[in-house]
C-alpha cells in the first residue's frame, strides 16, 4: 500500500469514527438528556483515537510531500533515461572486462567506454548500499572510483590475518569533509544528597563537559603492474592485485586499532591509550589457573569502572593455542569442547579458528586475532590479553577506493595502481572500559 492509498484510507476511518460519534451525540440531543456512563467513555475513547489519526495522517501527509518534493528534483536534474536495474559491470567470472584495465583506459587512453562501465559501476554500487549515494560529495573527485562489490566481499573473506578486532568496534560510516571527529563527554557529573531539614538547602554541583577528539587518517599501498599485463592479459588480474592490496588494508587498520600511536598520521590504538586498566601478570612459570585470575581482575576493573559489563576477551592465536593445551594433575584439559557439556572447565573450545570467535572464558566471548603484538616486554617475547566493552568503541570507515596512474612509469610500460581509504578510531570515550594484561607470563609458549 502506497502512502497515499493509506492516507485515504486512514481518512476513511476517520469519517466513520466522527459519524458515529456525532450519532451518539444526536441521540442524547434527541431525548434530551447528557451522555450516559457508557456512552461518555465511548466518546473519550473514540475522540482519543480520533486524535491519534490526525496526527498519523498529518505525519504520513508530510512524508508524501517530501517523497513527491524529492521525486521532482530528481527528475529535473537526472539523465533523462532511468534505469530501473542494471546488471553487475565487472563480474566474478573471467569475462573479459577488467576493473584496473578500465581504470587505466579512462584515464590514461581517454577511453569513453571505459569510463562510462566506471560510472555505471559506482551507480550501481549506489543501489546496492544506500550509503554509496554520498559518494559524489567524498574527499577526490580526481578519477577515483568504487571497487566492484563481488570484489571488496572477497578480500574482506580471504584477507589473512583478519581484522577481527576493528570488527568488533560499532563502525560507521566516515562524514565527508572532516579531519578529525570530536565527540562531547562530561568531565564530571551533578551530585545528590540527603536534604539535611525539610526546607533545607538541596546539594547543587554543575557538571562540567569536555571532549575526545580521533583524526581522520589516510591507509594507501599501490601496485606497479606492466602495461601488457594490463591490455593483453586472458585474465582479470583484479582479485589478485585489489585482494592483495585490500589484505594489507585490513591488517593495517586492524594493526591501528590495536597498536596505533596516535602520532605520525597514525590512530591511537587500544593498547596506546592513557587511562584503561592495567594489569600485570608477572610469573617466570605461567599457569592458565594465573591467567584465569588476571582475566576475572580484568572484568571487575570494568565492573567497577564503567558499571557496566565486558563483551569480549582478545588474544593471540599462539596464547589460546597455550590456554588449550593446559592439564590439571590427571592430564586432563582445562579447556574442553563446549558440545561434551564440561563441568568446572577454566574455558570452553568452541571452535577451532585461526581468527574470530574460539570459544568462551569467564562467561565471554573468547576472541583470536594474529594482529595483536608479540614483540613486547624487555625479552620483546610477550603477547597481551584483552577484555573490552567493545560497544563504547567507536570506528569510522569510507569507502575503499582505487586509482589508476601512468605518470612516470610511461619509460617502462607500466601502470602504478593505488588503492586508499579514510578512517578514523576512538577508543577514549571510556577508557575504563578496556583492561588490557600484559607481563612476563605472557612469553612465548612452548608446546
Known sequence: MTKRELIADLISKRAAMRSAID??????????RGLTDDESSRFDTDESEIRALDDRISELDAQLRMDEASEE???????SVQVTSEPEVYRKANDGRSYFR????????????????????????????????????ANGGGGEFVPPLWLEQDFIAFARPGRVVANLCPTMELPAGTDSINIPKINTGTQVAPQTA??????????????????????AGGQTVSLQLLEQ???????????????????QLDTQVIQGAGTGGTLT???????????????????LAALYSKLAGAIQAIHTSRFLPPDAIIMHPRRWAWAIAQQDTQGRPLVVPAAGGPM???????????????????GLPVYVDASLPTNL???????????ARMADLMLWESDIRAEAFQQTYAQNMSVYVRLYNYASFQPGRYPQSISVVSGTGLVAPTF
Open 233 to 251: 592479459s586472458p585474465l582479470n588480474i583484479d582479485s589478485v592485485v585489489l585482494a592483495d592490496l585490500a589484505a594489507a588494508y585490513a591488517v
Open 377 to 387: 616486554g624487555t625479552g620483546t617475547n610477550q603477547d597481551v590479553v584483552l577484555v
Open 73 to 79: 528534483m530528481r527528475k529535473r536534474y537526472a539523465p
Open 344 to 362: 568446572n572447565a577454566v574455558g570452553n573450545l568452541s571452535a577451532n579458528a585461526s581468527q574470530g570467535f574460539v570459544g568462551s572464558m569467564l
Open 269 to 287: 590504538g587500544i593498547t596506546t591509550l592513557a587511562g584503561t586498566n592495567a594489569l600485570a601478570f608477572t610469573s617466570a612459570s605461567p599457569t
Open 102 to 137: 578500465d581504470l587505466h583506459l579512462a584515464r590514461n587512453k581517454g577511453d569513453r567506454d571505459a569510463l562510462d562501465r566506471l560510472i555505471r559501476n559506482d551507480r550501481i554500487r549506489a543501489a546496492q548500499d544506500e550509503k554509496r549515494a554520498a559518494l559524489s560529495t
Open 23 to 32: 450519532e451518539v451525540l444526536k441521540v442524547a440531543q434527541s431525548e434530551s
Open 198 to 219: 525539610q526546607n533545607g538547602g538541596v546539594l547543587e554541583q554543575d557538571l562540567t563537559t569536555t571532549s575526545v577528539s580521533s583524526p581522520v587518517v589516510t591507509i
